[in-house]
């Protein structure tokens, strides 16, 4: 399969009105030098829907896109807690957890844990983001946009992935958070109406009348792979272990990833207001729940379409991040080029998001802290060269790093699983227990990472959901009793609560109540 010229010249128009756009926003007043706050933070003027719109394409990246779709095909609808639990999550972060950052005025992660805890656990864990986000997020990502670019175009996916790393970089090392957060608003349009395409075809495929036919065709048909809550007989239950999927360790990936992630909650902290902050998270919230009928429902449809012959079911079996790619091929020319855009998008917007993240933490955190009172341009540009350095170890480790494993979203999610409980143990203990000190977080750091290894190689048939669970609990524990049998830490790196005001408005209360009721729907309905 290949592009038509008419695709070729959608695609390189939405290439360029990109790239302009992103130019465009990230300019400066004359005689006024980009500084570290509008490098890093966008100036801490985003608005709402910009924050929302950022968050969603950072987070829809190709990990979700090939990652979920590639799940639905195995496992089903179930894999779409990983989008679901979040919106939830997404309310609490707006609610409970974004009022004492701001209030803070922080940059990144690491400098509240240094206000908290001190310089050791700062450099720890700023040291521990970056590697997670340059080997991890970042070869995990341009793998799976490689292998979907291949698809399409027959490039190797070397020369895919560097076309994609490229294209990041241009836009996003000149201008920052700002050129990033606003062109993602183009970018999730053109994703949300190139996935709605895909879902559309895929179902039209099928034997039915029309694609809502082929959706009632397809729960008729594969009525396993419209299961929310998995039994132990079903194969995907060590990823995703029935009852434990929504009563365990996937809330603690979540408040990690949504709650804790500079790549994640960097768009909040350059928020214009608390307001703005919070109606951002509500709005990314609602449209998560949208995100498994544009990437996971496709991913159903491919193993109907499989059986009868009209894909590849063998070579989908063996890799099942290959789905989303061939689904691709049903798109006629023109459309199949807006689709292609639209998964660029993704791929870009996080890679871009990742390098923004990278290079703050990196710039503010270490460097910062080795070479002080620097000029402003100084630490710019040493941002833009740790993002261009992270992206090229990138592209070196994702063949052997990430290649090598059956499904890139799960292997993401287990490798973040190992210190996922010890971050939530340390940020939520910082926030409500004044008693919590920096012994007892470097217990939790350090005890999560070993105690997720020990288990993993002691008992590897525990699923991981669930042993994340108990390392949680056992990290929390710990800490607590460290924190206790040591000094208290001093008055000044508490968090004061009282201080702190956690009201919102009308508008946000509204939206939560709406997406929490949309969701116990769909539970109810698909349990």
Do not use: C
Request: charged share 10%; aromatic share 12%; hydrophobic share 55%.
């Amino acid at each position: 399969m290949t592009l038509e010229t008419i695709d070729i010249v959608i695609i390189i128009g939405y290439a360029l009105a990109l790239l302009g756009i992103a130019l465009a926003v990230s300019r400066e007043p004359k005689g006024h030098d980009k500084n570290t706050e509008d490098y890093f933070l966008a100036g801490r003027a985003l608005p709402w829907w910009a924050i929302g719109a950022s968050l969603i394409a950072s987070n829809i990246s190709a990990e979700q896109i090939i990652g979920q779709s590639g799940q639905g095909f195995v496992v089903g609808i179930a894999i779409a807690a990983y989008e679901w639990q979040a919106a939830i999550v997404l309310i609490i972060v707006a609610k409970y957890f974004l009022p004492i950052f701001l209030k803070r005025r922080i940059y990144t992660m690491p400098q509240f844990l240094e206000q908290r805890y001190g310089e050791g656990v700062k450099t720890l864990m700023s040291v521990f983001w970056v590697a997670l986000y340059t080997a991890v997020n970042l070869t995990t990502v341009l793998w799976l946009g490689g292998l979907a670019v291949t698809s399409l175009t027959g490039w190797s996916v070397m020369t895919a992935m560097m076309a994609l790393a490229g294209f990041a970089a241009l836009y996003s090392l000149y201008g920052g958070l700002k050129a990033v957060a606003l062109t993602d608003i183009i970018q999730v349009v053109i994703l949300i109406i190139g996935g709605l395409a895909i879902t559309y075809i895929a179902l039209n495929a099928l034997p039915a009348d029309g694609a809502f036919g082929g959706l009632g065709y397809l729960m008729q048909e594969m009525p396993g792979h419209f299961e929310m809550i998995l039994d132990e007989s079903n194969p995907a239950y060590g990823d995703l272990p029935g009852i434990w999927t929504l009563l365990g360790g996937l809330w603690v990936l979540h408040f990690s990833y949504w709650g804790f992630n500079q790549y994640i909650i960097q768009r909040a902290l350059g928020a214009e207001n608390l307001g703005e902050a919070q109606k951002g998270l509500a709005f990314a919230a609602f449209l998560k729940i949208l995100v498994p009928f544009i990437v996971v429902i496709p991913g159903i449809a491919a193993v109907v379409l499989a059986q009868q012959g009209m894909l590849d079911g063998a070579a989908l079996a063996e890799k099942s991040d290959r789905t989303y790619g061939e689904l691709m091929s049903f798109a006629p020319a023109g459309l199949r080029g807006l689709v292609f855009a639209a998964l660029i998008a993704a791929v870009v917007s996080s890679l871009a998001s990742m390098m923004n993240s990278i290079s703050t933490i990196f710039t503010m955190d270490l460097y910062r802290a080795w070479k002080p009172e620097q000029p402003e341009r100084h630490y710019v540009t040493v941002g833009r060269v740790a993002a261009f350095a992270a992206m090229l170890i990138a592209l070196l480790l994702a063949r052997p790093f990430i290649g090598g494993f059956e499904s890139g979203f799960q292997t993401v999610q287990e490798y973040t699983g190992f210190i996922a409980p010890g971050i939530v143990v340390v940020f939520l203990l910082g926030f409500f227990d004044k008693r919590a000190n920096t012994a007892g977080a470097l217990v939790a750091l350090l005890g999560s990472l070993a105690i997720n290894i020990t288990l993993k190689f002691v008992a590897p048939d525990v699923p991981f959901i669930i042993r994340i669970w108990i390392v949680f609990l056992v990290s929390l524990v710990a800490a607590a009793v460290v924190s206790r049998l040591t000094a208290p830490p001093s008055e000044d790196q508490t968090v004061e609560l009282k201080d702190i005001g956690f009201a919102t408005t009308m508008l946000f209360n509204t939206l939560s109540v709406i997406v929490i009721a949309m969701l116990v729907g769909l539970y109810l309905w698909l349990w």
